[in-house]
């Protein structure tokens, strides 16, 4: 069963998200910021990351550096799930490392199709 990190600063993003995965048999752990999500990342070894952008502390993207350019979170797919719908946010998040960028608000259909898609490579 694959792990998913769910990386989101509002709870209740991350319990629909968690609730989406999980009806569809995933395991789902969750970071309120992109400091912890670095730490969850490297000692839980997640099989996907959701990273959302804006975000106390360390963003989604600064985080999803730090992850793409650390040897042990470098393998670690990240798909950046945020409302910064700007065509140069995309390309940013692209640039930082993630696989792919869903603009919130994403349908729970399209979340865990993504998920899947990211899992199989």
Known sequence: ???????????TE???MQQALERHGFETAS?????????KA???????ILMDVVM???NGFQATRKLA??????????????????????????R???VDYLVKPVSMEQ?????QAALAG
């Open 69 to 94: 350019a650390d040897p042990q979170t470098r393998s670690i797919p990240v798909i950046m799930v945020t409302s910064k719908d700007q065509e140069t946010d995309r390309i940013w998040g692209m």
């Open 42 to 48: 490297k000692s839980m070894q997640p099989d996907l």
């Open 1 to 11: 069963m694959a792990l998913i990190l769910i990386v989101d600063d509002s709870p």
């Open 96 to 98: 930082q490392g993630a």
């Open 56 to 58: 106390p502390g360390v």
């Open 31 to 39: 970071a309120a910021d992109g400091a912890e999500a670095i730490e």
């Open 14 to 16: 991350v319990h629909v």
């Open 111 to 115: 979340l865990v199709e993504k998920a």
